[in-house]
């Protein structure tokens, strides 16, 4: 069976590497899943989604002259089938009939505890991805706090020398 750009095909997970994952095809072609290509969010490291042996749908989106093969698993699945996909908070509200109160506080939980299991060690399980609204706003917290930390301790470096002199 010959490969054509476009396909969706399974495939076995044989190597893990920082930036990406090597696929072996039912055809013994192996190809190669870039980070960018692995699930629908931000990805840091492939380990949190991918392990050795597993059992991966992708597509082909290209072969080039050598035979190089790249793949992408995030293109290969279905928005509706989508574990990685955007996380619509409406909707989940009208299935399940989740108040904002519980929303909100199950999403700072996660956040805090992000990947991690009651005791602090590195947990197996998917956790659902932090919107790109959210992780912003944590991030300009973060800097506002930082920025007046710095202001306070160059402020107090600086003692009496900032104000005006009586001469």
Do not use: C
């Amino acid at each position: 069976m010959a490969l054509e750009v476009g396909q969706i095909l399974e495939g076995t997970v044989t190597g893990l590497v920082k930036f990406g994952a090597f696929v072996e095809l039912e055809d013994k072609t192996i190809g190669l899943v870039h980070i960018s290509e692995v699930a629908s969010e931000y990805v840091s490291d492939v380990n949190d989604y991918l392990k050795l042996h597993d059992k991966v749908k992708v597509k082909v989106l290209s072969i080039d002259d050598k035979g190089k093969v790249a793949l992408s698993m995030k293109q290969a699945e279905s928005k509706k089938n989508s574990f990685h996909g955007k996380f619509d908070k409406e909707q989940h509200r009208e299935e399940h009939g989740h108040h904002d109160i519980h929303h909100e506080a199950f999403h700072k939980a996660k956040d805090s505890y992000e990947g991690r299991g009651h005791n602090g060690f590195r947990d197996d399980r998917k956790v659902l991805p932090v919107s790109f609204e959210d992780k912003l706003n944590r991030f300009l917290k973060d800097s506002d706090e930082r920025q007046l930390d710095l202001k306070r301790n160059v402020e107090s470096k600086r003692g009496g020398r900032g104000a005006k002199r009586n001469s």
